[in-house]
């Protein structure tokens, strides 16, 4: 489903309306979020966020896992593998699975380091030990109580920030705010923006840490591109897409946005194929877009076709290195 657009006004009739079904919610996945977990054996690093939606996780986790391979460590991400149909544990092969499988994510996150699809976080968790784990990324899991963290870090775009600050169906919260922050050790805002100033402000007054993070697009996968594109996505926020390509002079001529995690389909793909033919148009998508084609014949002639824009995460602030070693050291202690 695409997200509706009121979450991410100020509230309204439509959240005021569905209020009542958000407190329900939220005081179920508080109360759960309050569990206590089991232990890995090993350090684990939670990489969450507070809302449904993009947020910037996806990167946050790879660079997470780089810093540490970087610093002598052995990372393995653990994740849910979201719209795969295989429950695990199992080892990702970036360049043999489909997502169908395994999920959009885990394709990319596995690039980098060694990633487990696992339901069961518990078994999973066992699983990346066996595969030489020396740290735990879990992907994913800020509200999931079943895996003991040892350093848990919140992932916040800076122009949306919390929305509407309401619990879904709501809002876009996962669980109430005071709840999900209160389980948190770092807040990491990605891009520019005053969205999350609110957010920010909670956290220092709570004395957690705030780091800021830029998203960088890969201008050499572009360069060969020398007509307008007709851009599309199925991703949590697709305007933060298409910001990135315009904001490499490439003019939008035609925009088509899918739900998150969207699967395409052969009539999908036929139309923007035929789209971009008749206006003379490049396409161009997500890295995680990509990821949906590969390896589903429904979805072959577009992957062929579109245009990639890759991105990297950078941390402006050098303190997420130091903490997050010295968070695994005083949990290895």
Same mark, same amino acid.
């Given at each position: ?36 977990? *089991? ?73 980098? *380091? ?106 050499? *996968? ?75 014949? *429904? ?35």
């Amino acid at each position: 489903m695409r997200e509706p657009g009121f979450w991410w006004r100020e509230p309204g009739a439509a959240a005021a309306l569905l209020a009542p079904l958000g407190m329900l919610y939220g005081a179920v996945a508080g109360s759960r979020m309050r569990g206590s977990g *089991a232990a890995a054996g090993v350090p684990v690093i939670c990489v969450g966020n507070f809302t449904l939606g993009g947020s910037g996780k996806t990167p946050a986790v790879i660079a997470i896992c780089e810093l540490l391979r970087q610093a002598d460590e052995s990372p393995v991400c653990l994740t849910r593998g979201y719209g795969g149909s295989d429950a695990g544990p199992r080892l990702v092969d970036a360049h043999n699975d489909n997502a169908a499988e395994v999920g959009d994510e885990p394709l990319l996150i596995a690039r980098v *380091a060694p990633t487990i699809v696992a339901r069961d976080r518990v078994a999973g968790a066992e699983f990346a030990r066996r595969q030489g784990a020396s740290v735990i990324v879990m992907d994913d899991g800020l509200q999931n109580p079943s895996l003991k963290k040892d350093f848990t870090v919140a992932v916040v775009d800076a122009r949306r920030g919390i929305g509407n600050g309401k619990v879904f169906p709501a809002g876009p919260l996962r669980a109430p705010f005071d709840v999900q922050i209160g389980a948190c050790d770092a807040l990491l805002i990605v891009g520019d923006g005053s969205g999350a100033d609110n957010v920010a402000a909670s956290a220092r007054s709570r004395k957690l840490p705030v780091w800021r993070a830029r998203l960088e697009a890969d201008a050499q *996968a572009v360069t060969d591109i020398k007509r307008p594109v007709l851009a599309f996505a199925g991703i949590g926020d697709p305007d933060k897409f298409f910001a990135s390509v315009e904001a490499l002079g490439l003019n939008i001529a035609g925009r088509r946005v899918f739900p998150d995690h969207h699967r395409f389909t052969a009539e999908d793909a036929a139309d923007l194929v035929m789209r971009a033919d008749e206006q003379g148009l490049a396409l161009i998508t997500t890295e995680k877009d990509r990821a949906r084609m590969t390896g589903d014949p *429904a979805a072959a002639a577009l992957s062929q076709r579109a245009h990639v824009l890759p991105v990297t995460m950078r941390f402006t602030d050098e303190a997420v290195r130091r903490t997050v070693l010295d968070r695994i050291a005083r949990a290895r202690s």
